[in-house]
């Protein structure tokens, strides 16, 4: 079975080797067909320590790193600063 990859946004870098991703998934609402968004976080190793708040990564399943972590970033956007 393939490892599921999902792309979300970086809303935490506090803890070491570790990013919190927030991946949003939109759909219909059966009842009302109104689009719906619903977010879930995510802790995803970060061996470098190379991704900060606000940044676009891609997550894949792993094995189990820890209690929480489950996750690896593979690939990333940096946030762009004006």
Known sequence: MPKRLLQGVVVSDKQDKTVVVRVE??????????????????????????????????IEESRPLSKLKHWIVVQGE?????
């Open 78 to 82: 940096k946030r762009v600063e004006v």
């Open 25 to 58: 998934r939109r759909f219909t609402h059966p009842l009302l067909k109104k689009t719906v968004r619903r977010s879930k976080k995510y802790h995803a190793h970060d061996e470098a320590n190379s991704w900060k708040e606000g940044d676009t990564v891609w």
